[in-house]
């Protein structure tokens, strides 16, 4: 099946009150078992590159990658870039055979804001291609993007965004942070604002970035092998399965990956010190990723099925 954009999926999961997860790939094994995953529950996927993965595997690389799990599967998948920095890399992933793109100008001023995504935007449509913009700012690091305070959302302003930038869907803050330190007290994310964007803009798709839960035992399993990944704290699951039926249709999950390839990895050379073929040690982190995308898909994103 040839790579699709988001509209149609947007547009049911809105309506029936679901999420689509958006997993960062970076490598065959992570593709693979997100792509199984995906199969086996059902799903529509997302499956977005970032900045870093572009540098480290190569886009034609991921992008070949892709294609070749398309033609072992019936899925509905979109290829989209995640957070683009500016015009030129949006417009390399477009020519290269993305369904969709981000174009990040969260840390510009308004206007310069909605100038860029604009100018984006004419070039995407032109070329069919989706276009997911953000206002407002999550504090946090994953790869090039990094912010020390949050900037919630102002509805407000979304609206005005929205109508002036021609942006598809858009990218919104209420709560919730890039990495793997995502809270120091209690998790909360703002259900209110969230409630009066989905209002003023109805019907319209909404993307929760920073939004992976970091799962606590394979934070457990990496210290247990060795790692260092005290203090991690992810988003509760309950309150992304909230977010999905508020009008969030897309949901980024990248950290969660890591850390469950990560760990499994650990274990493996820890457990088995005479390996060193990757394979050994690949093949459980690549089992590793695919349960964790099974479970996110079924009791998460709630779009088990949806395909």
């Known amino acids: 099946m040839p790579l699709v954009g988001p509209k149609e999926m947007f547009a049911r999961a809105y309506k029936e009150g679901y999420a689509v997860g958006a997993f960062n790939v970076n490598n065959m094994e992570i593709i693979q078992g997100i792509m199984q995953a995906g199969a086996e529950e059902n799903a529509p996927l997302i499956l977005q590159v970032s900045a870093g993965a572009r540098k480290y595997a190569g886009q034609t690389y991921i992008v070949k990658l892709i294609e070749a799990g398309l033609m ?13 920095a500016d015009f030129q890399i949006c417009k390399d992933c477009i020519d290269g055979g993305f369904t969709s793109v981000m174009i990040d100008g969260s840390h510009l001023p ?4 909605i100038a860029i995504t604009k100018k984006v935007v004419d070039y995407a449509h032109d070329h069919g291609v989706w276009v997911e913009a953000e206002l407002g700012r999550l504090a946090g690091v994953e790869e090039d993007v990094q912010a020390e305070h949050s900037i919630y959302t102002d509805p407000d302003q979304a609206v005005e965004f929205v109508e002036r930038s021609g942006c598809d869907s858009l990218a919104i803050a209420i709560g919730t942070s890039h990495g793997a330190y995502k809270f120091s007290g209690e998790p909360k994310l703002d259900f209110d604002r969230l409630d009066v964007i989905s209002k003023r803009l109805p019907g319209y798709p909404l993307v929760l970035h920073g ?7 394979f934070v457990e399993m990496a210290n247990a092998y060795g790692g260092k990944v005290a203090g991690a704290q992810g988003v509760p699951e309950a309150l992304l399965r909230k977010a999905a039926a508020s009008g969030v249709c897309k949901i980024n999950i990248d950290t969660d990956i890591r850390l469950a390839m ?4 650990r274990k493996h050379l820890v457990e088995h010190p005479e390996n060193f073929d990757p394979r050994g ?4 982190a690549r089992q590793a990723v695919k349960d964790m995308v099974r479970r996110k898909i079924a009791t998460v994103l709630g779009c088990s099925g949806k395909a």
Do not use: K, M
């Open 110 to 113: 308004f206007e310069e804001n």
């Open 262 to 265: 990560t760990a499994s990895i």
């Open 281 to 284: 040690y690949l093949t459980p």
């Open 72 to 84: 072992l599967s019936d899925l509905p998948v979109v290829l989209h870039l995640d957070h683009g």
């Open 211 to 217: 939004a992976s839960s970091v799962p606590q035992e």
